[in-house]
């Protein structure tokens, strides 16, 4: 039977030498474990190499006539397709000149005639397993590379992707940012107009009229609502925050929002107190946005509470910051829906307790006004015992502390 069909490839070794002895006694060492092939002179040595596979490595004789072996192996090392094969000499040369011009062109090792069997096996063993553990570098390399190049083709693409996502959100904030300012004017007017009726300047209405002419008011108040909101979320991703800062008594500024939803309140029987824990000096900060951050606080925990339960809005200090709690007895907001809370437009699944309308804005404004004073704001909640919002607002730093430079003049 054949053996090489059925054992992996054997190596193959090209011998190069002028003594007919040398190459016998050579190949008849090597020929169970490699394939053998014999050149007896350089030219043909070359042209072996150039013709067909490759030889895994050559054994190179030094004195031959015509082309010695130091040439061979440099004409070797100038093929690019030869250029790794390695290159063992033999020669009966002994000198240390001979074996360093031997390095010098190109070889990777020298064995002086007359040889030891063994010991050229395991040369020829070593430099073969070096040479496959090279290969097998160089490949990994590759794959590496390739791994590389690809993984930046895919961030070029991520980037690229991202900015035209940038470039297309910019353009939605411009168009709703239009249509909003567009449409709050006719709105208004609708709104107008309903007051005109309903005030009784046109004549009088029937029943039926003014139960109508009040729902639409209602409406197109919900729809200014929503107008604002859209408009601010537009500008405001548009990076257009604009605050008015001015020096605010914040624990009045919160008495007197109570108040105001206390109206709103009642009117679920829901109750809302405010306990102040501190006397904070005046702030900088922007009063109408402030409150625009309360109404929608105290808007929501009176929305998604049920009848019968209380608000507590509470001002406390915390370390250099005051926090404003707002906690109700509502219904909660599952763990995993809480994220959803600050993003625009998303909704939890709790629902408003008296057919409220939601849109899902003011949380995603509250917190980019609350960012915009340099502060922070954030939930605790729990399904069927209610939620409690906190915003952290940094508080000024007194004149005199401690590693403030006043400036002289
Ligand atoms: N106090 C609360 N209790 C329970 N759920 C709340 C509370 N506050 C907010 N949520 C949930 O977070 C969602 C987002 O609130 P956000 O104020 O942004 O929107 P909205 O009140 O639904 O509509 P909008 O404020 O725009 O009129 C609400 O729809 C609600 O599901
Ligand atoms: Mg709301």
Redesign the pocket.
């Known amino acids: 039977m054949n053996n090489e069909t059925h054992c992996p490839k054997r190596p193959t070794l090209l011998v190069v030498d002028d003594t007919p002895d040398n190459v016998v006694v050579l190949s008849s060492l090597l020929k169970d474990s490699y394939r053998i092939k014999v050149a007896t002179c350089g030219p043909k040595a070359l042209k072996i190499a150039v013709t067909g596979e490759p030889p895994d490595l050559v054994l190179l004789d030094i004195m031959m006539p015509g082309m010695d072996g130091y040439e061979v192996c440099r004409r070797l090392k100038e093929n690019a397709a030869l250029r790794d094969i390695p290159v063992i000499f033999l020669s009966a040369l002994n000198e240390a000149e001979d074996k360093v011009k031997a390095f010098q062109a190109g070889g990777v090792d020298y064995v002086t005639k007359p040889f030891q069997s063994e010991e050229v096996r395991a040369r020829v063993e070593t430099h073969l397993k070096i040479r496959r553990l090279q290969v097998k570098l160089v490949e990994r390399n590759k794959q590496l590379q390739q791994a590389n190049d690809n993984l930046q083709a895919a961030h070029g693409e991520l980037t690229r992707k991202n900015r035209q996502l940038e470039q297309l959100n910019a353009e939605k904030n411009r168009f709703l940012g239009m249509a909003a300012h567009d449409l709050r004017n006719p709105i208004s007017a609708i709104g107008g107009y309903c007051s005109l009726f309903l005030g009784g300047i046109l004549g009088e209405l029937t029943d039926q009229q003014r139960q109508i002419i009040e729902r639409v008011k209602i409406s197109s108040k919900f729809m200014h609502q929503l107008l604002e909101?859209l408009l601010d979320i537009s500008q405001i991703e548009a990076g257009k925050l604009e605050l008015r800062l001015a020096p605010v008594d914040l624990a009045a500024l919160i008495a007197d929002n109570v108040k105001l939803n206390r109206m709103f309140a009642e009117k679920k029987q829901i109750g809302i107190k405010f306990v102040p824990r501190c006397a904070p000096p005046p702030l900088n900060l922007d009063a109408a946005k402030i409150e625009q951050v309360l109404n929608?606080l105290s808007?929501?925990?009176i929305?998604?509470s049920q009848p019968g339960t209380e608000i507590t809005v509470e001002l406390i200090t915390e370390d250099d910051q005051l926090v404003i709690v707002v906690r109700?007895q509502?219904?909660?907001?599952a763990p995993h829906e809480i994220d959803?809370?600050f993003k625009p437009f998303?909704?939890?699944s709790?629902r408003s307790t008296s057919g409220e309308?939601?849109?899902?804005?003011?949380?995603?404004i509250v917190k980019k006004i609350v960012e915009g004073h340099q502060g922070k704001i954030w939930l605790e909640?729990a399904v069927g015992v209610g939620?409690t919002?906190y915003v952290a607002l940094p508080l000024p730093v007194p004149k005199d502390a401690p590693g403030v430079l006043s400036t002289m003049t």
């Not at 939601?358 to 995603?364: I, N, R, Y």
């Open positions: 909101d929608n808007s929501n925990a929305k998604f109700d509502g219904q909660g907001i959803k809370v998303e909704k939890t709790t309308k939601s849109t899902g804005l003011g949380m995603a909640s939620t919002f």
